[in-house]
């Protein structure tokens, strides 16, 4: 996939890539690609530490960190490299298909250095003078922060703290009212001294990623290590800062499951090549066959949905109105859609493989079960279909984190 800039008529229709504008960043895409496979060779042989230990080795973070995939969504003006979403969609892609927790881990913590567009430059700058800074967030639960002089007194527990091991600052929603629905939401962020790990993370899928709860219990937050969860403004001028955070924040990992599946295709063609005993290789069935051709068709078309629906997204953001409504939901389904068919492609995958892919030695095995987990994730839940057609059909979205 090529890495489209960006160029739109504010009235017309919808706007569609342009690879010569921000023509200096394919070169340092291309770079840290060409980064990522250098890892693969490390990826590959400490693999069987991601499920052993339920989070990356120290080794694999740290070369993730130093070669700069956790601030791809830093501000220029604070030294990052502010990535195109595409650009980013494609990284995220390429880490996910040498491994999905590592997919996941760069898009979480890459995606969240886009909070350099919203707090404190100062804040933002002492915070990632650490080249091994990572914000793991959970919003799947809502803690308390009460108003103090001078910011917040925060308790509360979250799951889903992606990378929770090797964070330097976790990002939590917080109530200021609890028990109040009409609660403005905070997003807080306490430093890693601030909050408890709890080693509850054993599953099925994504195993590497280390996504424990943690809690915090009574900590001080100051007023300028928070921000409102909905309707903030930016404080840098890109685009990127200026976008809707929520559909931000989905974008950052859908290129995930779709990296998953693309991994898991190129096993499978290294696997159909051979042959077992007397019996023709894979590749010379029919049926073979057909499913490589069929799943990278549907690839691309889950792919091109995204990049599409990214692309009038940003189109639509400054223009707003009833355009950005849909532009936002749009995003919703494309995700959603993306995750089911990158299960779908692994399954079929693995399906064609035989027995072999139960073997936990078997790259398709690890693939279904980081995809399934991947899917599982809000941001690519089937209820944005709802949401979706709730909007179409003149009705309210049906939940207040639209």
């Keep these: 996939m090529h890495d489209p800039g960006y160029a739109a008529k504010a009235d017309g229709p919808i706007a569609r890539p342009d690879p010569e504008v921000n023509a200096g960043e394919p070169a340092h ?13 490390r990826i590959a042989a400490q693999r069987h530490e991601f499920d052993s230990g339920r989070r ?50 760069v898009g979480n913590g890459a995606g969240m250095s886009r909070i350099g567009g919203y707090l404190d430059e100062a804040v933002v700058r002492e915070w990632y003078a650490d080249p091994r800074a990572f914000v793991a967030s959970a919003t799947g639960a809502v803690g308390t922060a009460t108003a103090v002089a001078g910011g917040y007194r925060l308790s509360g527990r979250w799951p889903f703290g992606s990378g929770a091991h090797h964070a330097t600052r976790f990002m939590v929603l917080a109530s200021t009212r609890p028990g109040d ?20 993370w054993h599953v ?12 915090a219990q009574d900590v001080f937050v100051p007023a300028a290590h928070a921000h409102p969860f909905l309707g903030l ?21 859908c290129g995930v499951p779709l990296g998953v599946a693309s991994g898991a295709m190129t096993s499978f063609t290294e696997l159909a090549k ?30 091109a949905f995204l990049i599409d629906a990214m692309t009038e997204l940003m189109a639509a ?3 707003g109105g009833q355009r ?7 995003i919703r389904i494309a995700n959603a859609h993306a995750a089911k068919t990158a299960t779908s492609i692994t399954d079929m995958l693995a399906a064609g493989a035989g027995a072999v892919a139960i073997f936990e030695t078997c790259a398709l095995e690890r693939a279904v079960g980081d995809v399934r987990a991947a899917a599982k994730h809000i941001a690519m839940s089937p209820s944005n279909y709802i949401t979706a057609g709730r909007l179409a059909l003149g009705l309210d979205p049906g939940t207040t984190r639209f």
Excluded: H, K
């Design 274 to 303: 051979g042959r077992s005993g007397n019996r023709a290789a894979l590749r010379d069935r029919e049926i073979v066959q057909a499913t490589v051709g069929r799943t990278r068709a549907m690839l691309c078309a889950a792919r």
């Design 317 to 319: 953001t400054d223009i």
């Design 181 to 200: 629905p009409a609660s403005p939401l905070l997003c807080c962020y306490p430093g890693r001294a601030d909050v408890t790990i709890l080693d509850n």
């Design 29 to 41: 895409v291309c770079r840290l690609l060409e980064v990522v496979q250098t890892l693969a060779p």
């Design 233 to 253: 403004q930016s404080t840098q001028p890109g685009l990127l800062y200026r976008m809707p955070p929520s559909s931000v924040f989905a974008w950052s990992i």
């Design 324 to 330: 950005l409504v849909e532009a936002r939901a749009d």
């Design 204 to 215: 099925s899928g994504l195993r590497g990623t280390g996504s424990c709860d943690f809690e």
């Design 56 to 105: 990356l080795p120290d080794t694999i973070f740290a070369a993730l960190a130093d070669a700069g995939l956790f601030r791809l969504w830093l501000p220029q003006a604070l030294g990052g490299p502010e990535l195109s979403a595409f650009a980013f969609m494609r990284v995220v892609e390429a880490c996910s298909a040498l491994d999905g927790s590592v997919g996941w881990l």
